[in-house]
């Protein structure tokens, strides 16, 4: 069994890589079997987002390690080195934006804009969201 919280191992969507291998480096300490990180996987997301697209992968629902690595490799990996941004990232955004007491002034407000516009830019050019004209 692989202890999370001693790790600090917490997987949002970003760097896939980096999760693989602390994930294997925590189970190689913990002497825990390809089925059981395929297993535990799942309780070592930040987000529900990410929690439901890994338990739609036939790795996590066959407890196969080598193949939930491909799946979440395929799905997160960085294909396109200029990945940036996934829907989650307007989350965080607001989080720490709220965490640090809200926007106070100008200068703040102007980043948390420029901050917001890039996320949303992205996310629309790369299919992530729509605009709301496309909605209606």
Do not use: C, H
């Not at 940036?84 to 307007?90: F, T, W």
């Amino acid at each position: 069994m692989i202890r999370a919280k001693d790790y600090n191992i917490v997987f949002d969507g970003n760097e896939v890589e980096t999760y693989i291998k602390r994930m294997e480096a925590a189970a190689e300490i913990e002497g825990a079997s390809g089925e059981e990180i395929a297993t535990q996987v799942i309780f070592m997301s930040a987000f529900e987002e990410v929690k439901a697209k890994i338990e739609a992968m036939q790795g996590y629902e066959g407890k196969n390690w080598t193949k939930l690595k491909e799946e979440l490799t395929t799905e997160w990996g960085i294909v396109d080195p200029n990945r940036r941004y996934i829907p989650e990232s307007l989350e965080k955004l607001f989080n720490n934006t709220k965490g640090v007491g809200g926007i106070r002034n100008l200068a703040e407000y102007k980043r948390f804009i420029g901050e917001y516009e890039n996320i949303t830019n992205y996310l629309y050019k790369y299919g992530y969201i729509k605009r709301e004209s496309e909605n209606n």
